[in-house]
């Protein structure tokens, strides 16, 4: 199975302050067709997950531009620009190029 | 709007059997695979446990729940089911349904909790 590893498991920001957020994979998430399979969630509290990032860098519709994605191969990044109060929750990624689907243990963003 | 909608989650007790169904509106339903993924209560772990092709012909399932869950769907009633046999402590969970592709992607439903 592919692990999926987050860094930090928590972090307290500031708002308008930046965040990052780190996602390894134990094997590359790339694909014979160039695509590379990673994901990211924000899950609020009470509420279901919500998808953030498609294929590491496509922001999802609706997504404010402050959150983006980058990496490649087995390792990745999500960043907030500029944090706001909305964005608290816990933050997946998730990779779907090898079965089974697996998703890091979660990064919970508290703000401050 | 597009909606997916647990329900049947319950308490049972060891070694029972539950039948999960996800009731999807607002999209073509037949046009998307559909996950079921669950979240643990306490540590909040994410896993993924099944999954079903457009025409129901394909299934997948995570190790740890192969020969004892069921999943399938009826895309005339546009409604997916994960039938749950031989359940376990570990089943304790959140079952939510996922719209997606091969992979899940955009919509999740609100789930249902399966206690054992």
């Known amino acids: 199975d592919i692990v999926m590893t987050q860094t930090p498991l928590s972090l307290s920001v500031t708002p308008g302050q930046p965040a990052s957020i780190s996602c390894m994979s134990s094997?590359?998430?790339?694909?014979?067709?160039?695509?590379?399979?990673l994901y990211w969630y924000l899950q609020k509290p009470g509420q279901s997950p919500q998808l953030l990032i498609y294929?590491?860098?496509n922001r999802f519709s609706g997504v404010p531009d402050r959150f983006s994605g980058s990496g490649s191969g087995t390792d990745f990044t999500l960043k907030i620009s500029r944090v706001e109060a909305e964005d608290a929750g816990i933050y997946y990624c998730?990779?779907?190029?090898?079965?089974?689907?697996?998703f890091g243990q979660g990064t919970r963003l508290e703000i401050k | 709007e597009v909606q997916l909608v647990e329900s049947g989650g319950g308490l049972v007790q060891p070694g029972g059997s539950l039948r999960l169904s996800c009731a999807a509106s607002?999209?073509?339903?037949?046009?998307?695979?559909m996950h079921w993924v669950r979240q643990t209560p306490g540590k909040g772990l994410v896993w993924w446990v099944s999954?079903?092709?457009?025409?129901?012909?394909?299934?997948n399932y995570a190790d740890s729940v192969k020969g004892r869950f069921t999943i399938s769907r009826d895309n005339a009633k546009n409604t997916v089911y994960l039938e749950l046999n031989s359940l376990r402590a570990e089943d304790t969970a959140i079952y939510y349904c996922?719209?997606?592709?091969?992979?899940?992607?955009?919509?999740w439903g609100q789930g249902t909790l399966v206690t054992v």
């Open positions: 996922v719209r997606g592709t091969e992979g899940p992607r955009d919509q």
């Open positions: 607002g999209f073509t339903f037949s046009d998307y695979w």
């Open positions: 999954r079903v092709s457009r025409d129901g012909s394909g299934t």
């Open positions: 094997e590359s998430l790339l694909y014979s067709n160039g695509k590379t399979y």
């Open positions: 294929e590491v860098s």
């Open positions: 998730m990779q779907s190029i090898h079965l089974p689907i697996t």
